[in-house]
């Protein structure tokens, strides 16, 4: 059986979580579940800024990304409902973690340190990963992502299970929080997370 949502999702799906968390993969089959369109943040990035994400942290630095990430998510958001991935830094950023909860549903996509490791070895092009210890690096991120993925309204494991599983438990956990009433107002972000996959109660 494939799983469907009950209703139309009220606002944008904004997929949060580190580097190789899935928001891509993941992101893509959601929205073709949900019958959405499915839109990368850091393509859009790229776009807007004719270059690509490494070249722009190599010529203006992180902060200068951050604020045109900020921009174009903010712009994103103000777009019918779709399924939005963003970059593992965007949900740092406190202008774009608002805009997020007001305009959108969050669902932080967690994953531990070896999985992470193993899928972005994968890929060459990851800027705060080009050093001697990416290991280090990415287990310093999660201490310092970690607790503020947390305010995500939704968390969900992707572990080592079949995209099609996650996305059943990212709409099983869409049903929870849209039956909450959180969904639809601005009550989103409350209470406390919901384990493996989970809406946040009302606190």
Avoid at 8 to 33: C, F
Avoid at 110 to 132: G, M
Avoid at 142 to 165: C, L, N
Avoid at 183 to 198: N, Q, R, V, Y
Wanted: aromatic share 4%; proline share 4%; net charge positive.
């Amino acid at each position: 059986m494939t799983l469907r949502l009950s209703v139309p999702a009220p606002k944008t799906i904004v997929l949060v979580g580190l580097m190789g968390a899935g928001k891509t993969s993941i992101g893509r089959l959601l929205a073709k579940r949900l019958d959405l369109e499915f839109i990368d943040a850091d393509r859009e990035i790229e776009q807007a800024a004719q270059c690509s994400i490494e070249q722009i942290f190599e010529r203006h630095g992180e902060a200068e990304f951050r604020d045109g990430e900020h921009r174009v998510i903010a712009r994103l958001l103000a777009a019918p409902a779709h399924v939005l991935a963003t970059g593992g830094g965007a949900f740092m950023t406190k202008e774009t973690r608002d805009a997020i909860r007001g305009r959108g549903i969050s669902v932080w996509l967690r994953a531990d340190l070896d999985l992470l490791l193993r899928r972005v070895s994968r890929r060459k092009n990851r800027p705060l990963l080009r050093n001697k210890n990416p290991r280090q690096t990415l287990k310093k991120l999660m201490e310092e992502r970690y607790p503020v993925y947390a305010e995500a309204d939704i968390v969900v494991d992707s572990g080592d299970k079949p995209p099609a599983t996650i996305v059943d438990t990212v709409i099983e956990s869409l049903e929870t929080f849209l039956g909450s009433g959180l969904g639809s107002g601005l009550g989103s972000g409350l209470g406390a997370g919901a384990g493996s996959g989970g809406a946040k109660a009302a606190g």
